[in-house]
């Protein structure tokens, strides 16, 4: 089984290391970079999207692994686009309820919980000991980063990213492409767009 990777990137480095462990057999990194990035720890980089979408059928599963919601967003469309078949990529020690669903292209990292009717929408990343409690909606191509949790109920909007170790209370809404600071503690709904941070979190001024 032969999977590729877009985006030779540390983000991706976990989840080669994942697949690796969920028993790909091997996995190719690509990235616009190349050729004049050649390697992404101890992958190889093979070549970049044209050639990778040249090729999509080679493989048994494609995965974006670039840490910009938005350009993960288009990259992952292009790729689907072109008949890529998209990998879903859960660290063996992640704990997903058989009542939770994940979309395709999304990530999963080691310890994190995905607590039961979770839906994680296509393309998100549910980063390491990340904890996405019962009912959550996790919109499409955002991000939960490192031990961040969100409580019950809560709904993520798309390209969303809340930052390691942050919380969010439970059946709150954080906007469409809000992002939640790293440590930050959210007890108001968070408007599309915003950037809020601190204890409790509030807007970051322009
Ligand atoms: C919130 C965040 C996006 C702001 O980034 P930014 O727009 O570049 O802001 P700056 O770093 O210029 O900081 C602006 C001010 O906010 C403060 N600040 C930044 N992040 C903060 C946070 N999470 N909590 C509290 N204050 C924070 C800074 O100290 C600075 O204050 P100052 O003006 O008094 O010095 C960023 O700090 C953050 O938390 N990113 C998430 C990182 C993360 O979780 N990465 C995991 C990847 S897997």
């Given at each position: 089984m032969h999977l590729a990777v877009l985006g030779a990137s540390g983000h991706g480095k976990v989840v080669a290391d994942a697949a690796e462990l969920l028993g790909w057999g091997s996995v190719t990194f690509f990235d616009d970079a190349w050729p004049t990035l050649k390697n992404n720890g101890?992958?190889?980089?093979?070549?970049?999207?044209?050639?990778?979408?040249d090729r999509i059928t080679d493989f048994d599963g494609v995965?974006?692994?670039?840490?910009?919601?938005?350009?993960?967003?288009e990259k992952q469309k292009h790729?689907?686009?072109?008949?890529?078949?998209?990998?879903?990529?859960?660290?063996p020690s992640a704990v997903?309820?058989?009542?939770?669903?994940?979309?395709?292209?999304?990530?999963?990292?080691?310890?994190?919980?995905?607590?039961?009717?979770?839906?994680?929408?296509?393309?998100?990343?549910?980063?390491?000991?990340?904890?996405?409690e019962h009912d959550c909606i996790v919109g499409e191509f955002a991000h939960v980063s490192p031990n961040a949790a969100l409580a019950g109920g809560v709904n993520l909007g798309r390209e969303a990213w809340v930052g390691a170790c942050a919380s969010v209370r439970q059946l709150l809404?954080?906007?469409?492409?809000?992002?939640?600071?790293?440590?930050?503690?959210?007890?108001r709904?968070?408007?599309?767009?915003?950037t809020v941070m601190g204890n409790p979190a509030k807007t970051l001024s322009p």
């Open positions: 101890p992958w190889a980089v093979d070549g970049d999207t044209t050639w990778l979408l995965i974006v692994a670039i840490g910009s919601n938005h350009i993960r967003a790729l689907g686009d072109a008949g890529a078949k998209l990998a879903t990529i859960v660290h997903i309820s058989s009542h939770a669903s994940l979309g395709e292209g999304v990530v999963v990292f080691g310890n994190a919980v995905v607590n039961a009717c979770a839906v994680v929408g296509a393309g998100a990343i549910v980063n390491t000991g990340a904890v996405i809404t954080v906007g469409t492409g809000a992002v939640v600071g790293m440590g930050s503690v959210v007890t709904n968070v408007p599309p767009g915003a």
